[in-house]
């Protein structure tokens, strides 16, 4: 991991994302290793769209987001490191019935990293509903974050953060790992794993049945 970083002008910078990203990186790299272009659901300051596209070539990568300052953060990260692999930035509400997509853009793998504990319990529902409406078969989904597994949290400090969430906003929440699976199971994705990562996270990976 490299030290803090020289933030653009009109950007966020989120710590835990140079935390975390080579983690998250080592399971893309599998995940979507057949993948030909990822649709970022959530990208919150958008810092890390051009660190995974730079390392993964291959891809065309769009980071969405469903609020404006995200959208311009992602922006600002994309001008101060730009490649190629980085389409520009756009709002996308996963919960809507309609995503707005580039002409052109057919995304065969759907990544959302730290979003679904921090939405309502709608966006999830609508993030595996577009995944089921737009991937073609064998594309994938990749889902970062903490979970409750059979019912229970992994970790004391998981606890302590699914209260502080509730406490800002109801609807947020650390979200059941099995309620999850069902809900892309009647989206048409296969469970194909689930890999533990530091800080008491998981990666989850679904494929289009």
């Known amino acids: 991991m490299s030290g803090p970083p020289d933030i653009p002008a009109g950007a966020l910078h989120a710590p835990h994302t140079q935390r975390n990203r080579d983690p998250i990186l080592a399971v893309l790299r599998r995940a979507l290793a057949q993948a030909t272009a990822v649709l970022e659901v959530g990208c919150g300051s958008g810092e890390q769209a051009p660190y995974f596209a730079a390392a993964l070539p291959h891809l065309r990568w769009l980071p969405t987001d469903a609020d ?7 922006t600002a990260w994309q ?15 996963a919960a809507a019935p309609d995503w707005p997509l580039p002409p052109g853009f057919a995304p065969d793998a759907i990544v959302s990293i730290n979003m ?3 939405a309502p319990f709608a966006a999830c ?3 595996l509903a577009g995944a089921g409406r737009l991937l073609p078969s064998g594309g994938v989904v990749y889902l970062y ?4 597994v059979g019912g229970a949290h992994t970790a004391p400090s998981n606890a302590a953060f699914d209260r502080s969430l509730r406490a800002r906003d109801p609807e947020w929440g650390i979200r059941d790992l099995e309620t999850v ?4 199971a009647r989206n048409g994705m296969v469970h194909a794993e689930t890999v533990e990562m530091p800080a008491n996270n998981l990666s989850v990976v ?3 049945a």
Do not use: M, N
Not at 68 to 74: E, F, I, L, R, W
Not at 79 to 87: F, I, K, Q, R, W
Not at 181 to 184: C, L, S
């Open 68 to 74: 404006a300052t995200p959208v311009g953060s992602a």
């Open 145 to 148: 974050g903490p979970y409750r």
């Open 125 to 127: 529902r609508g993030l």
């Open 116 to 118: 679904i504990h921090i």
């Open 181 to 184: 699976i069902d809900e892309a």
């Open 206 to 208: 679904f494929r289009k």
């Open 79 to 93: 001008e101060a490191s730009p490649t190629g692999g980085v389409l520009p930035p756009v709002r996308l509400d």
